[in-house]
């Protein structure tokens, strides 16, 4: 046998081999409790000379053994200050709009960075506190108000699969299911604007985002999405979140976190 053709031939066991692990490999699942998970949404921008301390607050939220299975952070960045010399690479007008849309369904019209949302419900002021923290811990106190679950496996190429089933609780009615990836681990060296030569460092940046999928008091919906995965990311990285919200009052009514297998990388 031809050394080339050896190699060649190994090669390509050795692949085979691999995607048969990944194949087999178990998937990876969560069930939400019966308690209700807190979700934490932050807008902020990389343009936003306010914004790095909130940034780094909601990163420390990695080390929070207290927030396991209780709260789930999303830092959703937004575009609208990318006129004043530096583009967030990690913005979308999709993230502008829905923080406009939550602030107007409070009856508000202020709309600033970074601002926080407990609940679907804009928080009283930009810098995070223990009162902010209080919040969260009372909201996570509630009953769920839907049951969700979460199933992902690798796909071909650079994208994930990901089960979802979402049931709503006797008494709810019809909400929105929305799905998110998110990426911790991001560093940023930005060269304009108010963070001019600041290197900035990102958790739970929202990388893809799903929704609203409607769903019906009395119905349940079982469905598979399919998530891109960001170019490099390793799975120990990346985290799949699920959330269930009523429409009208923007109340949360479950939020479910999962983070990728290793195996998914």
């Known amino acids: 046998m031809k050394r080339g053709l050896r190699h060649s031939l190994l090669g390509s066991l050795a692949f085979g081999a691999a995607s048969a692990a ?27 000379s306010s914004c790095p301390p909130a940034d780094r607050w909601l990163s420390a939220a990695r080390q929070r ?68 923290d209080a919040a969260l811990q009372e909201a996570a106190r509630k009953p769920a108000g839907a049951d969700v679950s979460l199933t992902s496996q690798k796909t071909e190429g650079r994208s994930l699969s990901v089960r979802l089933e979402v049931r709503l609780k006797p008494g709810q009615d019809a909400a929105a299911v929305y799905v998110a990836l998110y990426q911790n681990g991001l560093t940023t060296s930005v060269r304009a604007g108010e963070n001019q030569g600041a290197t900035l460092r990102h958790d739970y940046v929202v990388r893809e985002w799903i929704g609203p999928k409607i769903l019906a008091s009395g119905q349940v919906l079982n469905e598979t999405v399919r998530l891109a995965l960001p170019e490099g990311a390793a799975a120990s990285d990346l985290g799949i979140v699920a959330f269930v919200q009523n429409p009208r009052s923007r109340d949360v009514l479950q939020a479910l976190s999962l983070p990728l297998c290793a195996s998914q990388s």
Not at 88 to 108: H, T
Request: glycine residues 6%; negative net charge; hydrophobic residues 45%.
């Open 22 to 48: 990944i194949a087999a490999a178990p998937a990876c699942t969560a069930h939400s409790p019966e308690h209700r998970v807190a979700l934490l949404e932050l807008y902020t921008s990389e343009g936003c």
């Open 65 to 132: 053994a207290d927030w396991a299975g209780r709260v789930v952070p999303l830092a959703l960045h937004v575009d609208y200050w990318d006129y004043i010399g530096w583009k967030d690479a990690f913005a979308k007008p999709l993230f502008s709009a829905r923080q406009q849309e939550q602030v107007a369904a409070a009856g508000n019209t202020v709309v600033y960075t970074p601002q926080f949302f407990v609940q679907g419900r804009s928080w009283r002021s930009a810098k995070p506190s223990s009162d902010l």
